[in-house]
């Protein structure tokens, strides 16, 4: 059996890789499909934390993803929640040391976030919820809490809206900070109720678990998570995890942040 029959064989079940920095010929053996569009994810900076160097983690990330972004161009990145902690006075500083990361830089606000929508929306010029679509893909962003850093289910009147005007879309990719499917959230079976008449979604992207890095798969949809980039606790590595998509598949691995781990892949 060669490398690529492995692959097909194993599915969608996690590759560990002896990883080096290396290059995309690291992961994929060069009969693969040619990957035709990367984004990355990452999220739980914690910008701001007491008895954290949060500043260096910031930088580290920083330095990181450039540098794999340079050899691996990423059409844009999301930090999915908890960008700073806690205290909005933050959100200004936090701002200036990653506005410069990508030139497409997209948000989702966690429960740490704690700053107004307003705030929100003059600070990232992006709403707590929205959408855009790039080609025969569209990308939906959603809150998971509020001001006050409550736990709150996402808005799944906008969630229907959305996944309603790009039900022709080949390709849908969900972010919220908060697993919707977390017991302490409560409205696990009004999502699935959702999502069940949309088969383009991809894939949902979570963080806020820093100790969670892998995918659990709820009603055939794949939720992907990052770990963490910042904050007191969690995975011992510094996550970002990349998304690429080729023909047939949709790829995933984490970078942590220098060294790749997890390969996942996906049919479509």
């Known amino acids: 059996m060669n490398r690529r029959q492995f692959l097909y064989a194993v599915g969608a079940t996690s590759i560990f890789l002896a990883c080096g920095k290396g290059n995309d010929t690291d992961i994929l053996p060069d009969e693969e499909e040619e990957v035709l569009f990367r984004f990355a994810i990452a999220s739980d900076l914690h910008y701001g934390e007491m008895n954290t160097d949060y500043a260096m983690h910031t930088r580290n990330f920083v330095s990181a993803f450039r540098s794999f972004h340079k050899t691996n161009p990423c059409a844009f990145l999301v930090l999915n929640g908890d960008i700073i902690h806690d ?50 893909m569209a990308f939906i962003f959603g809150t998971t809490s509020d001001v006050f850093g409550s736990l709150k289910c996402p808005d799944l009147d906008f969630l229907r809206t959305s996944l309603e005007k790009y039900k022709n879309k080949k390709h849908v990719f969900i972010f919220w900070h908060i ?90």
């Open 87 to 136: 205290d909005p006075r933050f959100l200004p500083e936090a701002y200036d040391a990653l506005k410069d990361v990508h030139e497409k830089l997209y948000v989702t606000q966690g429960n740490h976030d704690r700053v107004s929508d307003s705030v929100w929306l003059d600070t990232w010029k992006q709403a707590v919820n929205s959408d855009f679509t790039i080609d025969d």
């Open 179 to 268: 697993h919707p499917h977390s017991p302490s959230m409560g409205c696990t079976e009004n999502v699935k109720e959702v999502l069940k008449d949309y088969t383009n979604v991809r894939a949902v992207f979570n963080g806020h678990d820093h100790n969670e890095e892998g995918i659990r798969n709820i009603e055939k949809i794949p939720y992907m998570f990052d770990g963490r980039l910042g904050g007191s606790w969690g995975s011992f590595d510094r996550n970002f995890r990349i998304i690429e998509i080729t023909k047939s598949e949709i790829i995933t691995y984490l970078m942590t942040p220098l060294t790749r781990k997890m390969l996942n892949k996906f049919n479509v």
